[in-house]
C-alpha cells in the first residue's frame, strides 16, 4: 500500500518562493524515484522534474531550469519542491508521483505503475 500527500500549496505573490512536499508512506521509499507534474482546469498534466532513488541524478523541465530544485530525504520518505522567484503561470495544481525502479528522466513520461497524491494548489497573484 503506497499513500502520497502533498503539501506546501499556498497563495504567493510574482516573484515569491514556495517550498512543496511530497511525503510517502511506503517501505523502502528508496527504492522509488519520484516526479513532480501541474495540472491547471483544463490543460493535461505537465512534467516539471523528477528525481531518482539516491537523489543524485535529476531531471527538470524546460521552464523549470534555473527556478525550481528538488530534493529528497529518503530518512523522512520525503521529496521536496522548491520553487524561486513564481510567475502567474506556475498556478497550477501540483501532484507528485512515485515509481520503483525508475531513473529521473523516465518520470517526464506518466506511467499506470506510477503511485500519485491528490495535489496541492500553488496560485501566484498579486
Known amino acids: 500500500q503506497v499513500q502520497v500527500v502533498e503539501s506546501g500549496g499556498r497563495l504567493e505573490q510574482p516573484g515569491g518562493s514556495l517550498r512543496l512536499s511530497c511525503a510517502a508512506s511506503v517501505r523502502s521509499f528508496s527504492n522509488y524515484a519520484v516526479g513532480w507534474f501541474r495540472q491547471t482546469p483544463g490543460a493535461e498534466r505537465e512534467f516539471v522534474v523528477g528525481?531518482?532513488?539516491?537523489?543524485?541524478?535529476?531531471f527538470y523541465a524546460e521552464f523549470a531550469k534555473g527556478r525550481f530544485t528538488i530534493s529528497r530525504d529518503n530518512a523522512k520518505n520525503t521529496v521536496y519542491l522548491q520553487m524561486n522567484s513564481l510567475k502567474l503561470e506556475d498556478t497550477a495544481v501540483y501532484y507528485c508521483?512515485?515509481?520503483?525502479?525508475?531513473?529521473?528522466?523516465?518520470?517526464?513520461?506518466?506511467?499506470?505503475?506510477?503511485?500519485w497524491g491528490q495535489g496541492t494548489q500553488v496560485t501566484v497573484s498579486s
Open positions: 528525481i531518482n532513488w539516491r537523489g543524485d541524478s535529476t
Open positions: 508521483a512515485l515509481r520503483p525502479g525508475a531513473n529521473a528522466q523516465a518520470m517526464s513520461v506518466m506511467s499506470p505503475s506510477d503511485y
